[in-house]
């Protein structure tokens, strides 16, 4: 897909944005969509439709009852997106993993914007700094990130970087946010070291995941000839064989390994996840996605 596709693509959503607005508005991530701020304002009796996390179990052991805590509601929410841009996200079968994560987290934006909630982001990984936007509300602010994500890294042409650092772009973000905000991680996760930033942004947040990745990372073409290989990022350069077959089971393990290690931060730090690749509708993922979280 071009820029050009991508950008119309993109602008499309803005007619598919409602649905999933509903879906926030009437969901219930971690009660950031549902206006729960951190403040706590009163206790009540407990109710069959309540998370028993919210229990207070001092005023329930005195009374004899359960009840939970109950708290103000936060009118001015914003979502914080970290977005992947190293070049391991230019790759894919199709659909680069750079397009559908730029098609995702428009689409989010837009319909975060006609809920009222501001949004920014952290763009990261390019051969150029961190480029930061700062939230702002409004589909006009949202309209102008979407424009963001559909150009890519402004110096994507450079010369190769040493590679992605997720965990440094958590820590800016930790810096950078100073309430409590709903902090959704687009990446490829194709690195290491972000396990411990990852958990102490969701001890101030509310975090997810998103995982954009490809068949081809784990089962390259079968080609019948050798080649020069470089990686994408750190530029480091090999020589292989596509079909052989020591090849292909060290790269389904390489694989497999980083989704592992992914899983294991994210359980350590409880953050939910959602994963989608170049034949994920972005629209149905993330509705199904707020959908679960609504009714879990």
């Given at each position: ?204 947040n509310d975090v997810a995941a998103l ?21 994408a990022e750190s530029g480091a350069r ?59």
């Open positions: 897909m071009d820029d050009a596709s991508l950008r119309e693509r993109i602008r499309a959503l803005v007619f598919a944005a409602p649905a999933l607005s509903e879906a926030l508005a009437s969901g219930s991530f971690r009660s950031v969509f549902k206006g729960r701020g951190m403040d706590f304002e009163a206790l009540r009796e407990y109710e069959a439709t309540d998370d028993a996390l919210r229990m207070d179990w001092n005023a329930t052991a005195r009374f004899g009852r359960p009840f939970v805590k109950t708290y103000k509601d936060d009118r001015d929410l914003t979502l914080y997106l970290i977005v992947d841009e190293s070049r391991s996200m230019d790759f894919g079968a199709g659909r680069a993993k750079r397009e559908t994560a730029a098609l995702a987290a428009s689409l989010l934006a837009y319909a975060c914007s006609l809920n009222g909630i501001r949004v920014g982001a952290l763009f990261f990984g390019g051969a150029a700094a961190m480029d930061g936007r700062a939230p702002a509300s409004g589909p006009g602010a949202a309209r102008a990130l979407m424009e963001r994500l559909a150009a890519g890294p402004a110096s994507a042409a450079g010369p190769a970087s040493a590679g992605s650092d997720l965990g440094a772009a958590m820590t800016a973000a930790s810096s950078i946010l100073k309430r409590r905000s709903l902090v959704l991680v687009v990446s490829d996760f194709m690195c290491s070291g972000y396990a411990l930033p990852l958990a102490l942004l969701a001890r101030r995982r954009v990745h490809d068949r081809l990372d784990a089962a390259p073409p079968s080609l019948g000839f050798s080649l020069r290989s470089a990686d090999r020589l292989v064989t596509p079909r052989s077959a020591a090849y292909r089971r060290e790269r389904e393990r390489w694989a497999k390994a980083a989704r592992l290690e992914w899983l294991v931060a994210l359980s350590a730090a409880k953050v939910p996840y959602l994963e989608m690749d170049s034949s994920t509708d972005p629209v149905e993922a993330l509705i199904a996605f707020f959908g679960r979280r609504r009714s879990a």
